[in-house]
């Protein structure tokens, strides 16, 4: 017998037992599904993380305080001075800018409305470092900083709690922490991160945030300083550089330094591995929904083969081997569990829309994408479950002894 | 003379358990091309395991068997399916047509194992429905059918392939008596068409009657062959 009749008998004995086969189908689509779903949530998840790190800035370094290393028992906070340091383009070539910022919480107050905001202290070459740009107004200048000025461009997230929009607000004055700031500018959304928003912001000149809203037990103190790398290929020999200015300054001994110098490409690879393992972990469990699917066919096909004795008993009398049998048992289990695995494609990736529609309602932007190689992995994953839970079943089929089925009653 | 079953000295062992059951004890019988031949004997006599193993669904525990010129007393399983395949023809008291199916595909079915293409297995199952005069019923499923239109689908199922002998278990046994003889004179008219030789198990005397020569079994043994 040829592929293509042993694949219409199949279909026609299958469909003789519509509830029965629909039913053992629905296993591997709910496991499909799953497996579907869970690895284009996986990879939304990845896409999303990373391009919000990507957001951040390019070739971008942070330097926080305290090291990795145990014996650094009370790390030197990071000051102005080592921010000036790292600037100096004799000492660090390979650094192109340098952004210190002072970071805290506080309360912004307008009318009668509040918010609850990040507010940073920076420097103007914060905005060229971080890839900020304002949507109206303008950015803090040097004049700001020397003058302490007071004033404050507002993130849109703020903006909206606080106004109700975040159009036509510069001019305003809002109070942050009790005192009066105007508003010089609004900020371009950044979107949702996986660190918090970067929205619910407000950005004040860093020696106003030091002498009146952010206090710190020493004077220069900085809480991040970050630094951006003049290329991609710099950015090794930036850390370099960066880590002898730092040990210089706080007398440090190579392997105790403390502070600890991040690339942007380190978030990178943490977060993808951290989603990888996510995504694998999702994705493991819903496999395990696919073979409880695959021991439903086995089970299935199991009864069908009792069922049907008589039949393969008259099939061998009327001259079918072995192999025929075999290949009708093995067609119909890879039958199913190839339509329940097309089903359970569609299913999942209705499952990860409806999940990104619902992402996107709440307010974080994330797409899950059913990658080609998931679909791939799932339609031959589910084939080779139908497959290898078919083998036992078909193959006692195939074992009969003709007289014995004959006469089973 | 033209044999078309040759057995020598057919024993058959079955183990149930500790227990050895002598089925068959020692038979040996020749049947002629065309012949129609009856085997007759009480339950227990070893008829069912002779009919068994003359079909080729069973091998002898011990003896001699050749079916239309080829020895097949030790042939392997898919080896036996070929054989039963080609060259034997089979009819069961319960008919076993399979139910989901037509007529029509009932009847195909031996071809299909036998690697016919499409075109000429339709062709071929039409003529055998045809010459068991159901050509306006091809398409009926069994259960549209009486259990004598059922039983002429198997007939026609069992000699659509040209085989060399018809086996034929209890033909009318589920089948009122003037149904039962229209089979009857179906397969006898049959065998004289065609010349297929025609073996019947039966208890009923009056089909015993009607064929030429009458096998009786009795403990594993032949006890009378006229």
């Known amino acids: 017998m040829n592929l293509l009749q042993s694949f219409l008998e199949a279909l026609e004995s299958l469909s003789a037992n519509k509830l029965r086969s629909g039913l053992t189908i629905l296993g591997i689509v709910i496991g499909v599904a799953a497996v579907i779903a869970m690895l284009a949530i996986g990879a939304g998840a990845q896409n999303t993380i990373t391009g919000s790190i990507s957001g951040i800035g390019t070739n971008l370094l942070f330097v926080f305080r305290g090291g990795t290393s145990d014996t650094v028992r009370n790390p030197r906070p990071l000051t102005l001075g ?22 805290g919480n506080g309360e912004l107050v307008f009318g009668g409305q509040k918010d609850t905001a990040t507010i940073n202290g920076v420097t103007p070459a914060y905005f060229s470092v971080r890839n900020y740009k304002v949507t109206e107004g303008e950015v803090i200048t040097e004049e700001h900083i020397l003058g302490r000025a007071s004033v404050a461009l507002i993130g849109p997230e703020a903006a909206d709690n606080l106004f109700g929009r975040h159009e036509g607000i510069v001019g305003e004055t809002i109070r942050i922490e009790g005192q009066p700031f ?5 900020l371009e ?11 619910n ?6 020696t106003t945030a030091q002498a009146r809203l952010i206090r710190r037990s020493t004077a220069d103190r900085v809480d991040v ?24 300054r706080h007398r440090t001994p190579i392997g105790e330094d403390d502070f600890t110098v991040f690339s942007q490409e380190d978030f990178l690879q943490t977060a993808q591995t951290i989603t990888g393992v996510l995504t694998i972990f999702l994705g493991g469990i819903a496999a395990i929904s696919l073979l409880v699917g695959g021991i439903g066919i086995m089970n299935i096909m199991l009864v069908s083969v009792t069922e049907r004795t008589r039949e393969i008993g008259l099939r061998k009398a009327l001259g079918a081997r072995k192999r025929d049998i075999l290949t009708q048992f093995l067609t119909e289990s890879s039958l199913l569990s190839l339509f329940g695995g ?21 307010g974080t932007p994330f797409t899950p994408s059913v990658g080609l190689n998931a679909i791939l992995l799932a339609t031959l994953f589910s084939a080779a479950v139908g497959l290898f839970f078919g083998i036992y079943p078909a193959n006692r089929a195939a074992n009969l002894e003709p007289v014995e089925a004959l006469r089973y009653e | 003379m033209d044999w078309v079953i040759t057995a020598k000295d057919l024993t058959k062992v079955y183990k149930m358990g500790e227990v050895e059951v002598h089925a068959l004890r ?3 019988l020749k049947i002629k091309r065309g012949e129609v031949v009856t085997i007759m004997g009480p339950s227990g006599s070893g008829k069912s395991t002779l009919m068994n193993i003359l079909g080729c669904l069973d091998r002898p525990t011990a003896g001699e068997y050749t079916l239309d010129g080829e020895s097949v007393a030790t042939l392997g399983d898919d080896q036996l399916a070929d054989i039963r395949n080609r060259k034997v023809g089979f009819v069961f008291q319960s008919f076993n047509l399979l139910s989901r199916t037509s007529a ?3 009847v195909e079915l031996p071809l299909r194992y036998a690697g016919i293409t499409n075109g000429g297995r339709i062709e071929r199952a039409r003529a055998a429905l045809e010459a068991v005069g159901l050509a306006d019923r091809m398409s009926h499923k069994p259960t549209e059918l009486s259990g004598g239109q059922q039983q002429r689908v198997a007939i026609a199922r069992s000699l659509v392939n040209d085989p060399a002998i018809i086996m034929a278990d209890e033909p009318t046994g589920n089948l009122d008596s003037k149904v039962g003889q229209e089979i009857m004179d179906l397969l006898l008219d049959l065998n004289r068409q065609k010349g297929t030789t025609l073996i019947i198990v039966t208890h009923d005397p009056t089909i015993a009657k009607q064929t030429q020569r009458v096998i009786r079994l009795r403990d594993g043994l032949v006890e009378k062959n006229k």
């Open chain 2, 104 to 106: 029509l595909s009932n």
């Open chain 1, 182 to 186: 105007r508003i010089i500018g609004v």
């Open chain 1, 189 to 199: 959304s950044k979107g949702g991160g996986s660190f918090g928003s970067q929205d």
């Open chain 2, 26 to 28: 020692g038979v040996s």
């Open chain 1, 342 to 362: 097309l089903v359970g494609i569609a299913l999942g990736w209705l499952i990860a829309f409806i999940v990104g529609r619902v992402a996107v309602a709440s």
């Open chain 1, 82 to 103: 080592d921010a000036q340091a790292i600037a100096d383009p004799f000492a660090a070539p390979d650094v192109e800018a340098v952004a210190p910022i002072l970071q």
């Open chain 1, 225 to 248: 300083i970050f630094a951006q790398a003049a290329s991609s290929d710099s950015v090794p020999r930036a850390i370099d550089e960066i880590s002898g200015i730092l040990r210089t």
């Open chain 1, 201 to 206: 912001v407000v950005l004040v000149p860093f």
